[in-house]
């Protein structure tokens, strides 16, 4: 009876000891994990690596199939686990407990058993075998993880340095960890002014904060672009060692520009970005952008020349870019100013920064996923927002007080565009259309106002023309109507309403009047294929055959191989 209880302590204290063992095991790796991302930049070459280390210690064991299987489980499941709770530490230990709990939980049950069996060894095959036939889950999560990994610094579709290359610079590069994504970025040429061809631009294959770690160059502008902290691993492109490094990359009159998101942040975190940024940069500006802010830092105050700085929009390349936006003078651009650093010191006050061992963001972001806190945060920053104070005086005083008064005028109107914006993000469109008129009232030439208060009348054109649709298939005509009518007082070329007054004039046998708005129709939409089959069998009815055919074609060009619906029905109408 004595041996029997010492053989029972001896086993579980060996289950302690394997249990402690492991626990101490994975903790060193997640540490070395950690240390080591922040050295690769990202969670799966810092995992594969630690995995590596650790395999390589199994492998001088006998169970080290297993331990790689589990092992590349749990690599699989972090990944996977970091895109729901927002955060790899969570995700690890989650994992981390999952893991010992079935050590722990599976060496007490099987130790009771596994004298008793006569073939421990098939039972351990069989256990194998089980995991093996997970293979069709682990390809689902491996497809998975791949779909979701992200460089911290990427090209992307290469609009912003399409942008930046339309300035007369020497040398563009562009920083991008995944190959694929620059094949992608040639699609968005219409977009990005075909920069994949410009000679000025260098594409390098790295992570963007490992480059700026192993490079020497110095540059003269660093652009972070369009990323959000609770994206697996983004939290390292808003660390104060971030921005140290970027720092130190710059030229003495070098800038920085982050963008920093206002959706799915919490104002504690976006306040946390900022003042992060702040210790790293004694000069710093802030510039309203949408759904985000663009955040400039530099090292040495910058004076703006107003003449060198007209002189350059006038460029035509500048010039159609930023016309593009509705920009189309400097006092429309300086409009979008928020703050400096003392309006910034004043609006973010004191409070945590995230850094390397402090990832504030990592642990915090991720707890506004999926919540639109744009008009929290942009409420904020209209109520602090202030005039810049970066111009220089070296320009010839009427002229300069002529700009001043000019730039005052669209800064004020601005505050009704924002104000617009706030009202569009309650789904509020009447009162955002109302704001928008405001504004251009005081400042009828601004162009940012004039293409949101365009968005706001054509969405509610399109919800107008979607209840006339309803009324239409209901057999309430008249109604239908005069809905349509009213959604092309919001917008005279709503497509949905005149494809819809399109089909009540054809139903009514008035075929010249429903080709004429389908016409309409098919210039705003001209890939729609319902609307082009629709003015097709207009032009039937009008025996206009060549032009039906020609229709026919292009439908058939728009619809998926194999699913030509429209142009098949055409078709056999068509046919003798």
């Not at 950690?34 to 799966?44: K, N, Y």
């Not at 005081?442 to 509610?460: N, S, Y």
């Not at 998926?560 to 068509?574: H, I, R, T, W």
Request: hydrophobic share 45%; with cysteine.
């Amino acid at each position: 009876m004595l041996n029997k209880d010492i053989s029972s302590a001896a086993r579980f204290s060996l289950l302690g000891i394997l249990f402690l063992s492991g626990a101490n095991g994975l903790m060193m790796e997640i540490v070395f994990r950690r240390q080591l991302l922040l050295s690769l930049g990202v969670t799966h070459y810092s995992v594969a690596t630690v995995l590596t280390v650790f395999m390589a210690g199994l492998a001088l064991g006998s169970f080290f199939l297993a331990g790689f299987a589990a092992l590349s489980l749990e690599v699989h499941w972090t990944r996977i686990l970091a895109y729901v709770v927002g955060s790899h530490g969570y995700a690890f230990g989650i994992i981390l407990a999952a893991f010992l709990c079935g050590i722990a939980l599976g060496s007490t049950l099987v130790s009771r058993l596994v004298d008793r069996l006569n073939r421990p060894a098939l039972w351990l095959g069989s256990t194998q075998l089980l995991i093996a036939g997970t293979k069709k889950l682990g390809q689902s999560v491996g497809k998975a993880y791949m779909l979701n990994t992200n460089g911290p610094v990427f090209i992307g579709g290469a609009i912003t340095t399409g942008s930046v290359a339309r300035h007369p610079l020497v040398q563009i590069d562009a920083i991008e960890l995944c190959p694929p994504v620059v094949k992608a970025a040639a699609l968005f040429e219409s977009w990005n002014h075909g920069v994949l061809h410009d000679p000025r631009l260098h594409i390098i294959l790295q992570d963007g904060r490992n480059h700026l770690l192993t490079t020497q160059k110095k540059y003269d502008v660093i652009t972070a672009d369009a990323t959000h902290p609770w994206s697996a691993d983004s939290w390292i492109l808003y660390t104060r060692e971030m921005y140290q490094l970027v720092r130190s990359r710059l030229s003495d009159e070098g800038i920085f520009c982050q963008w920093v998101p206002l959706h799915w942040m919490s104002m504690a975190d976006f306040k946390c970005v900022l003042r992060t940024m702040r210790t790293e940069f004694p000069h710093m500006s802030l510039w309203y952008t949408g759904s985000y802010v663009v955040a400039l830092g530099s090292q040495k105050q910058v004076r703006l020349n107003l003449s060198e700085f007209a002189h350059r929009m006038q460029q035509a390349p500048i010039q159609q870019d930023l016309a593009s936006v509705g920009i189309d003078s400097p006092e429309s651009l300086l409009g979008l100013h928020l703050l400096t650093e003392g309006g910034i010191d004043r609006f973010v006050g004191a409070g945590p920064l995230n850094t390397d061992d402090f990832a504030y963001l990592e642990h915090s972001a991720s707890r506004c996923f999926g919540r639109e806190t744009t008009p929290e945060n942009l409420a904020a920053l209209m109520q602090a927002r202030k005039l810049p104070e970066f111009l220089s005086a070296d320009n010839p005083a009427e002229p300069r007080a002529e700009f001043q008064e000019n730039l005052l005028r669209i800064f004020q109107a601005r505050e009704k565009t924002i104000r617009g914006r706030l009202a569009t993000y309650r789904g509020n469109l009447a009162e955002s259309v109302a704001d928008y008129q405001a504004a251009l009232q005081q400042a009828p030439e601004d162009g940012i106002t004039k293409i949101l208060l365009t968005d706001a009348l054509r969405t509610l054109a399109s919800a107008q023309a979607n209840n006339g649709d309803q009324a239409r298939r209901a057999g309430k005509i008249k109604e239908a109507v005069a809905i349509y009518t009213q959604a092309l007082n919001f917008d005279p070329n709503a497509p949905r309403a005149h494809n819809g007054l399109g089909l009540i004039n054809f139903a009514r046998g008035d075929y010249p009047s429903a080709l004429r708005h389908f016409d309409i129709a098919v210039q705003r939409y001209p890939k729609q294929a319902q609307i082009r089959f629709n003015r097709t069998l207009a032009l039937l009815k009008l025996r206009r055959l060549a032009d039906a055919r020609q229709e026919v074609a292009v439908i058939k060009e728009l619809e998926p191989e194999g699913a030509g619906v429209f142009s098949a029905q055409l078709q056999k109408l068509m046919s003798p």
